[in-house]
């Protein structure tokens, strides 16, 4: 059985309306209701104070004590 590679991303970004995670190929934009709910009801502070974890796995958001996976948001968003 071949393994599969995990997704990483290699940088992040916030807008008002959206989380970007910045891909080896590419961006993907997923706006925050999609993200999860805590997110959606953040405010852009709160948003915008996100943390992307040294291997690109997860990211999170010390205000909000939200913690996402990059594969998870990925699934999420249809990716």
């Known amino acids: 059985m071949r393994a599969t590679k995990p997704v990483?991303?290699?940088?992040?970004?916030?807008?008002?309306?959206?989380?970007v995670l910045v891909l080896p190929d590419g961006e993907?934009?997923?706006s925050w209701d999609r993200c999860?709910?805590?997110l959606?009801?953040?405010t852009a502070d709160q948003r915008r104070k996100a943390t992307l974890s040294p291997g690109?796995?997860?990211?999170?958001?010390p205000l909000l004590d939200?913690?996402?996976s990059v594969e998870g948001l990925l699934r999420a968003?249809?990716?």
């Open 8 to 19: 990483t991303a290699k940088a992040i970004k916030t807008t008002d309306r959206e989380l």
């Open 28 to 30: 993907v934009h997923i």
């Open 36 to 38: 999860s709910p805590r």
């Open 40 to 42: 959606a009801g953040a």
């Open 56 to 61: 690109g796995y997860g990211i999170h958001w």
């Open 66 to 68: 939200e913690d996402l």
């Open 77 to 79: 968003h249809g990716s």
